[in-house]
């Protein structure tokens, strides 16, 4: 039976001709491309027509007559970061507030988007004549560049949204959900879904900060933009609010058990991993390395961004260490020649193809900074994980990865030769860290139908159902009083509080009464 609702399903997503979707993708982060180029690819393999506006660009690819791609210049957020809060490299973020963060990625985001809106292939779409019947989709990302979704509103199209990053608190009041703060930690935060009374009120602290911030200062930045860029054609802008009014469906990158349950709009679709494709062959000489390793290997990646060539002399230098005293093989991604003194079982590779490498049955251990691709990548391939995160949304992924006792969490800044060597024990030695590993790896893989089919099922859904309107909440409408019930709760205070200060008055006054007419009596008799 399930397997024909699949088939069902899978017939479905093939319907009718391919559709014409516009993706503008403006976010400098490469990482978050790992997600939106699997969809691009797997859309341009189903058929559809995509014209695909990113930094990065598909064309080596050969992706064939249905792609046509818009590469932006490359917008250095490094370096504007770097500038902005006087940092030598990414890894110096570990000592920047949560909210510092969050500032940093709606700056980026401001800058991205005005760097991408201002490119001349970007301005003849916005100036194209006759745009009505030119496209049938608009998908951009749900990532600071809401600038981009002005082009939906120029085409008439229906819009989705991808996350390359979990359930972001703020998503809630977009798509009309409502987020219990005592139990759904923020991003920035770092903590799990079991929080004390303090962690209750910093969750709340940073959740309200964020949406005022986003309220008073970020989204008067975008629409200024907008203005910008859309102000002498049209003879009214919308706001970046009222477009997000018409986002149909979001596509999150998460999935259980690396994510918390929470209530979730209809909109707001759970599509994690899809960026995990089936093993590659390895490059010769890594599959010998990792093929010879008697007793397992370790990989240590910190990903994209951050670089294990900008640790300090002295990290670097105790890592090697520790290395050099185990058994295991390790393969260090590591972005520089200039290493020495490098033991005979470690491997240093500039760049390792890292879900084929976790995929290696020898893979033991995985040591890794806690971004959200790894980690998933990590379960998909039930490798445990010593997790050392530095910003953003890192330090809750390795949480939620130690709450469900697959991970052990470290703090770079005070990382230590012992710290790490008791770590790394414990999980090579410890069965119950590979036992949960197992168990979280297929709760990860069990779905109704597969990460990547369930993202094409939506995208076509919407664009079959002229943007799907019927699974749009009420709540995206109310204004923000009256989606947090402040309005009525204004009533019920009024109702419960006049009374009892008009009784309060009335016990007043006639007290006084009677204190003034004893005083009388007292008058009178003197």
Same mark, same amino acid.
Request: with cysteine; aromatic share 12%.
């Given at each position: 039976?399930?397997?024909?609702?699949?088939?069902?399903?899978?017939?479905?997503?093939?319907?009718?001709?391919?559709?014409?979707?516009?993706?503008?993708?403006?976010?400098?982060?490469?990482?978050?491309?790992?997600?939106?180029?699997?969809?691009?690819?797997?859309?341009?393999?189903?058929?559809?027509?995509?014209?695909?506006?990113?930094?990065?660009?598909?064309?080596?690819?050969?992706?064939?007559?249905?792609?046509?791609?818009?590469?932006?210049?490359?917008?250095?957020?490094?370096?504007?970061?770097?500038?902005?809060?006087?940092?030598?490299?990414?890894?110096?973020?570990?000592?920047?507030?949560?909210?510092?963060?969050?500032?940093?990625?709606?700056?980026?985001?401001?800058?991205?988007?005005?760097?991408?809106?201002?490119?001349?292939?970007?301005?003849?779409?916005?100036?194209?004549?006759?745009?009505?019947?030119?496209?049938?989709?608009?998908?951009?990302?749900?990532? +600071?560049?809401?600038?981009?979704?002005?082009?939906?509103?120029?085409?008439?199209?229906?819009?989705?949204?991808?996350?390359?990053?979990? +359930?972001?608190?703020?998503?809630?009041?977009?798509?009309?959900?409502?987020?219990?703060?005592? +139990?759904?930690?923020?991003?920035?935060?770092?903590?799990?879904?079991?929080?004390?009374?303090?962690?209750?009120?910093?969750?709340?602290?940073?959740?309200?900060?964020?949406?005022?911030?986003?309220?008073?200062?970020?989204?008067?930045?975008?629409?200024?933009?907008?203005?910008?860029?859309?102000?002498?054609?049209?003879?009214?802008?919308?706001?970046?609010?009222?477009?997000?009014?018409?986002?149909?469906?979001?596509?999150?990158?998460?999935?259980?058990?690396?994510?918390?349950?929470?209530?979730?709009?209809?909109?707001?679709?759970?599509?994690?991993?899809?960026?995990?494709?089936?093993?590659?062959?390895?490059?010769?000489?890594?599959?010998?390395?990792?093929?010879?390793?008697?007793?397992?290997?370790?990989?240590?990646?910190?990903?994209?961004?951050?670089?294990?060539?900008?640790?300090?002399?002295?990290?670097?230098?105790?890592?090697?260490?520790?290395?050099?005293?185990?058994?295991?093989?390790?393969?260090?991604?590591?972005?520089?020649?200039?290493?020495?003194?490098?033991?005979?079982?470690?491997?240093?590779?500039?760049?390792?193809?890292?879900?084929?490498?976790?995929?290696?049955?020898?893979?033991?251990?995985?040591?890794?900074?806690?971004?959200?691709?790894?980690?998933?990548?990590?379960?998909?391939?039930?490798?445990?994980?010593?997790?050392?995160?530095?910003?953003?949304?890192?330090?809750?992924?390795?949480?939620?990865?130690?709450?469900?006792?697959?991970?052990?969490?470290?703090?770079?800044?005070?990382?230590?030769?012992?710290?790490?060597?008791?770590?790394?024990?414990?999980?090579?030695?410890?069965?119950?860290?590979?036992?949960?590993?197992?168990?979280?790896?297929?709760?990860?893989?069990?779905?109704?139908?597969?990460?990547?089919?369930?993202?094409?099922?939506?995208?076509?859904?919407?664009?079959?159902?002229?943007?799907?309107?019927?699974?749009?909440?009420?709540?995206?409408?109310?204004?923000?009083?009256?989606?947090?019930?402040?309005?009525?709760?204004?009533?019920?205070?009024?109702?419960?509080?006049?009374?009892?200060?008009?009784?309060?008055?009335?016990?007043?006054?006639?007290?006084?009464?009677?204190?003034?007419?004893?005083?009388?009596?007292?008058?009178?008799?003197?």
């Amino acid at each position: 039976m399930i397997l024909i609702i699949k088939l069902l399903l899978l017939s479905f997503m093939g319907i009718g001709d391919g559709a014409r979707i516009l993706a503008p993708f403006f976010s400098p982060t490469p990482s978050h491309y790992m997600m939106t180029n699997a969809i691009i690819r797997e859309l341009v393999k189903r058929g559809h027509e995509v014209t695909f506006i990113t930094p990065f660009s598909l064309a080596k690819e050969n992706l064939g007559p249905n792609y046509r791609e818009i590469l932006l210049h490359h917008y250095d957020s490094w370096e504007d970061v770097s500038a902005k809060m006087n940092t030598k490299s990414a890894l110096d973020m570990i000592d920047l507030s949560g909210m510092t963060h969050m500032r940093l990625a709606q700056h980026i985001g401001i800058q991205s988007t005005d760097f991408a809106l201002a490119h001349p292939e970007v301005q003849d779409l916005i100036y194209a004549k006759d745009k009505i019947g030119k496209f049938d989709l608009l998908l951009a990302a749900q990532f +600071y560049n809401e600038g981009a979704l002005m082009l939906g509103h120029l085409y008439q199209v229906p819009v989705i949204t991808v996350a390359a990053f979990a +359930y972001a608190n703020y998503f809630s009041k977009i798509f009309g959900s409502i987020n219990p703060l005592s +139990y759904v930690p923020n991003t920035v935060t770092g903590r799990t879904d079991r929080m004390t009374l303090w962690e209750r009120l910093e969750n709340v602290v940073f959740s309200t900060a964020e949406d005022v911030l986003r309220e008073v200062s970020y989204y008067l930045a975008q629409d200024a933009i907008i203005e910008k860029y859309f102000g002498k054609l049209l003879p009214e802008v919308p706001t970046v609010k009222q477009l997000e009014r018409n986002i149909s469906v979001l596509l999150i990158n998460s999935y259980m058990p690396l994510t918390y349950p929470r209530p979730m709009a209809l909109s707001m679709i759970s599509v994690g991993g899809l960026h995990i494709q089936p093993p590659k062959a390895l490059p010769a000489n890594i599959k010998k390395f990792l093929d010879d390793a008697e007793f397992g290997a370790i990989y240590f990646s910190l990903g994209s961004q951050l670089r294990s060539a900008d640790m300090l002399p002295e990290k670097i230098k105790m890592f090697l260490g520790v290395f050099g005293s185990l058994k295991q093989r390790v393969l260090w991604k590591f972005e520089s020649d200039q290493l020495s003194n490098i033991p005979d079982n470690v491997r240093i590779e500039k760049w390792l193809p890292q879900s084929d490498i976790l995929a290696h049955p020898n893979v033991r251990v995985f040591i890794a900074h806690g971004g959200l691709f790894g980690l998933q990548e990590a379960v998909y391939h039930a490798v445990p994980v010593i997790g050392m995160p530095f910003f953003f949304d890192q330090a809750l992924n390795i949480k939620a990865g130690e709450a469900a006792g697959f991970a052990i969490g470290l703090d770079y800044r005070t990382i230590s030769e012992d710290k790490l060597k008791s770590a790394l024990n414990e999980l090579l030695t410890n069965r119950k860290f590979k036992t949960n590993m197992d168990k979280a790896s297929r709760i990860f893989r069990d779905r109704p139908l597969g990460a990547m089919d369930t993202a094409i099922y939506w995208i076509n859904y919407v664009i079959e159902h002229r943007g799907a309107p019927h699974m749009v909440a009420a709540g995206v409408h109310l204004r923000w009083y009256q989606f947090y019930l402040l309005d009525v709760s204004l009533i019920i205070l009024i109702v419960t509080v006049l009374p009892l200060l008009t009784l309060y008055a009335i016990y007043k006054r006639l007290k006084s009464l009677r204190c003034k007419k004893s005083f009388d009596k007292k008058t009178k008799s003197e």
